[in-house]
T-cell receptor
């Protein structure tokens, strides 16, 4: 199973709503990521969780709140978003091995978020 | 600082033509990783290849081939005998080695349109 599953695939939310994006992988990967991708732009890293601990926060506004309940799950809680936060949100995971060898990241299909 | 440049924003070819995508990178790391990802309209980023900085051997995999030249900091990708299904955005990415996970820096992407 080499799949990263993201739900929902599409989400429309108002600026006062609270919603969550979910990501799941069953590959035993110990690093998980949230990326944001605007139209016709490359993905931009938001957060990295390594061994279920937040290791990188790329100065993301607090209206985005990540959570890693266990090694297979990654959530992104959304609150009081702005229309400019509309984007494709991609989750990814990768395996870290002894020695810190970097490996490829496996990406989910993303959640296409529209903030109205 | 890490940087990846894909000078071609869009390439349009007719089916069966060859397509070469250019990628130039900048890094101060002595050990690093280079990747190519494909993003079809569905949104998922599909891993194609990883190259380590200490392995300059070029590779051919089916209709895909890669040319890694450390001396010119380039990692080019060629699709031979292109097909309509190759239409997608292709991203070159640079990965750092770090204990906190695999942080990827993406190029701007090259949109490939293969016409029948």
């Amino acid at each position: 199973d080499t799949e990263v599953t993201q739900t929902p695939k599409h989400l429309v939310m108002g600026m006062t709503n609270k919603k969550s994006l979910k990501c799941e992988q069953h590959m035993g990967h110990r690093a998980m990521y949230w990326y944001k991708q605007k139209a016709k732009k490359p993905p931009e890293l938001m957060f990295v969780y390594s061994y279920e601990k937040l290791s990188i926060n790329e100065s993301v506004p607090s209206r985005f709140s990540p959570e890693c309940p266990n090694s297979s799950l990654l959530n992104l809680h959304l609150h009081a978003l702005q229309p400019e936060d509309s984007a494709l949100y991609l989750c990814a995971s990768s395996q870290e091995v002894t020695g810190g060898i970097s490996t490829e990241a496996f990406f989910g299909q993303g959640t296409r978020l529209t903030v109205v | 600082a890490q940087k990846v440049t894909q000078a071609q924003t869009e390439i349009s070819v007719v089916e069966k033509e060859d397509v070469t995508l250019d990628c130039v990178y900048e890094t101060r790391d002595t050990t690093y990783y280079l990747f190519w990802y494909k993003q079809p309209p569905s949104g998922e980023l599909v891993f194609l290849i990883r190259r380590n900085s200490f392995d300059e051997q070029n590779e051919i995999s089916g209709r895909y081939s890669w040319n890694f030249q450390k001396s010119t900091s380039s990692f080019n990708f060629t699709i031979t005998a292109s097909q309509v299904v190759d239409s997608a955005v292709y991203f070159c990415a640079l990965g750092r080695l770090g204990a906190a996970g695999n942080k990827l820096t993406f190029g701007g992407g090259t949109r490939v349109l293969v016409k029948p």
